[in-house]
C-alpha cells in the first residue's frame, strides 16, 4: 500500500461526497450528453484512467446500457492499487473495457539511455517518457475513432477552467471530438455519485491521493495543497499535464 502524508479519517467516499445544489442537473447533463455521443458520433471510446471521475463515467456507460468501449493506458508504472482496480472493472464492466501498453522496444531504449528515474532530472525527459508511455498508446487507442470520451472537470486545475462539454478542437488536427460529461461537476458531486451508487474506486484516493497517474509520478497531497500538487510534484506549479489534453497554440486560438 503506497503511504500517505496525511492517515484519513474515513474513507473518501464518507468524507468527500458532498453535492453541489445542481447536482442533479449534472447528472442528468452527463446522462444527455453520453447518450447523444453514442447515438451521433460512432465510433467513440472512452478514456479511463480509473481515477474517480472516470469510474463515474464508465458507470454511467453501464447503467445508461450504451455502445461505448473503456480503455485503459496500462503505461508499466502503474500503482499496484491501479492494475487492481482494472482487473475489477474488466471483470463486472458490462462496457468492453481495452488495455493499450507501451511499446517495450521504446520503453527499454529509453531506460538503457536515461535510465529508470530519468523524469526527475528534466521537464524534457519526463514528457519524453509519457510520450512513450501515454502518447503513443493513445494515438493506437483513438485510431479510427470520431470522438472520445474524457473524465476532464474544469475545478480540476486553472489549466482546465474553460473545459466544455463538447470540445471540437481537435477536429483539424485529429478528427475527433472530445467530449467531457463532467465538465461541470465539483469535486463533491463526483464523490456522492460513488457513494450514493457503491462505485468501486481506487483505494489509493482514500490516502489523500485526488489525481492517480503512474507510481514514480503521483504522491499523496496534504491540507490545503492543490487538487493536482501530487502530480510531477517536482516541477514547476504550472506544468501538471503529460500531454494527453493540452491544447496547441493553434488550437487555442482557433477555439478563443
Known amino acids: 500500500m503506497a503511504s500517505s502524508l496525511l492517515q484519513p479519517t474515513a ?11 445542481d ?9 444527455a ?7 451521433d458520433f460512432q465510433p ?32 508499466g508504472a502503474l500503482h499496484n ?33 536515461e535510465g529508470q528515474d530519468a523524469i ?11 510520450n512513450i508511455r501515454k502518447m503513443e498508446p493513445l494515438a493506437r487507442a483513438l485510431q479510427g475513432q470520431k470522438a472520445w470520451i474524457t473524465g476532464l472537470r474544469r475545478e480540476q486545475s486553472s489549466a482546465r477552467a474553460a473545459v466544455e462539454l463538447i470540445d471540437a478542437s481537435e477536429q483539424a488536427s485529429k478528427g475527433l471530438t472530445k467530449f467531457n460529461p463532467l465538465a461541470s461537476w465539483t469535486w ?46 517536482w516541477e514547476d506549479e504550472t506544468a501538471k499535464e503529460c500531454g494527453l489534453h493540452v491544447k496547441s497554440e493553434t488550437q487555442k486560438e482557433a477555439h478563443a
Open 44 to 75: 467513440l471510446k472512452q478514456a479511463s484512467s480509473l481515477g474517480a471521475e472516470d469510474v463515474v463515467i464508465t458507470h454511467l456507460i453501464n447503467q445508461l446500457a450504451l455502445n461505448i468501449p473503456v480503455f485503459v493506458l496500462e503505461t
Open 23 to 31: 447536482y442533479a442537473q449534472h447528472v442528468a447533463e452527463a446522462q
Open 81 to 113: 492499487e491501479t492494475l487492481a482496480l482494472l482487473e475489477r472493472t474488466q471483470a463486472c464492466s458490462r462496457a468492453p473495457v481495452e488495455v493499450y501498453r507501451p511499446l517495450h522496444q521504446e520503453v527499454l531504449h529509453f531506460v538503457r539511455q
Open 11 to 21: 474513507l473518501a467516499s464518507e468524507r468527500l461526497a458532498q453535492p453541489s445544489q
Open 120 to 130: 526527475y532530472r528534466s521537464m524534457a525527459l519526463r514528457k519524453a517518457c509519457c
Open 188 to 233: 463533491g458531486d463526483v464523490w456522492h455519485y460513488i457513494a450514493t451508487h457503491k462505485v468501486d474506486y481506487n483505494p489509493l484516493h482514500d490516502e489523500f491521493f485526488p489525481s492517480i497517474g503512474c507510481a514514480p509520478c503521483t504522491r499523496a497531497i496534504s491540507l490545503g495543497e492543490d487538487f493536482r500538487a501530487g502530480r510531477w510534484w
Open 33 to 39: 450528453l453520453l447518450q447523444q455521443a453514442a447515438l
